[in-house]
Nanobody, 122 residues
Framework: QVQVVESGGGLVQAGGSLGLSCAASGRIVSINVMGWYRQAPGKQRELVARIIRGGSTNYADSVKGRFTISRDNANNTVYLQMNSLKPEDTAVYYC????????????????WGQGTQVTVSS
């Protein structure tokens, strides 16, 4: 099937930067949307940013101007560059991919990574 694996994350001081990457692999025909979500303790999972295959992006208001999402379509990889990090950015960050598995079809299946911890100390 499809595997989605995140890397990056870790511990950083407030004001610092971190980069996350996420690669999807398996029997993939194409990937339309790739995105990053996060979930802090006691809170619901929320969208951080997403990017469509053609390059259009959406960001949560809380990260606009600080985070940048990008992707490498040839390698089914999405990146999240996080700058000016704040303690409230602390969360487990999850990557997802909306994958087309069958040629000449448009039905998409959403796959999630296992998550990577980002901790921002004050």
């Amino acid at each position: 099937q499809v595997q989605v694996v995140e890397s990056g994350g870790g511990l950083v001081q407030a004001g610092g930067s971190l980069g996350l990457s996420c690669a999807a692999s398996g029997r993939i025909v194409s990937i339309n949307v790739m995105g990053w979500y996060r979930q802090a303790p006691g809170k619901q999972r929320e969208l951080v940013a997403r990017i469509i295959r053609g390059g259009s992006t959406n960001y949560a208001d809380s990260v606009k101007g600080r985070f940048t999402i990008s992707r490498d379509n040839a390698n089914n990889t999405v990146y999240l560059q996080m700058n000016s990090l704040k303690p409230e950015d602390t969360a487990v960050y999850y990557c997802n991919a909306d994958v087309v598995l069958i040629p000449y079809t448009t039905q998409e299946y959403r796959y999630w990574g296992q998550g990577t911890q980002v901790t921002v100390s004050s």
